[in-house]
C-alpha cells in the first residue's frame, strides 16, 4: 500500500511523506489504509499490533537532495533546491521490514533534531 502526505508546519510546507506497506501483511486487514478504518491515523506500531506484529526498530538514513520539479511545487520552493530526505523503514521483532517511507525536507527552512535518551551508566 503506498500513501502520500503533505505535512504543514505554520501554513507552510514542511515535508512530503511516501509510506509503503506490504499488501501481504495489510491487505485484507482493517488497517489496509493508514488513513482510513478504526486505527485511522495511528502509527506504525499501532497499526501492526493490531495484526499481532510486534515492531521492534525503525532505521533512518538521512541524506542531501535536491528537489524535482513536482517536489518543488508541492514544497512551494524552487526546483533543484536543497532539501533533507529521511528513508525509514520499521522492523518486526524477525528483523522483517512492515514498512518504509521517504520524508523529503526542505532544508532551507526546517532544522531536523533528534533528543535521544541516554540512560545512566551503571
Do not use: K
Not at 500500500?1 to 501554513?11: G, K, L, V
Amino acid at each position: 500500500m503506498r500513501t502520500s502526505y503533505e505535512i504543514f508546519a505554520d501554513r507552510q510546507p514542511a515535508l512530503l511523506s511516501t509510506s509503503w506497506e506490504p499488501m501481504a501483511i495489510t491487505g485484507g486487514t482493517v488497517v489496509v489504509l493508514p488513513e482510513g478504518g478504526p486505527l485511522a491515523g495511528r502509527g506504525v506500531a499501532a497499526r501492526m499490533a493490531h495484526l499481532g506484529i510486534t515492531v521492534q526498530r525503525a532505521v533512518e538514513t538521512l541524506r542531501p537532495v535536491h528537489v524535482d520539479c513536482d517536489q518543488a511545487q508541492l514544497l512551494g520552493v524552487s526546483a533543484g533546491a536543497q532539501a533533507t530526505l529521511i528513508q525509514r523503514t520499521h522492523y518486526d521483532t524477525g528483523g522483517r521490514p512492515v514498512e518504509t517511507a521517504d520524508l523529503l525536507i526542505p532544508a532551507d527552512r526546517w532544522d531536523i533534531v533528534y533528543d535521544i535518551p541516554v540512560p545512566p551508566a551503571t
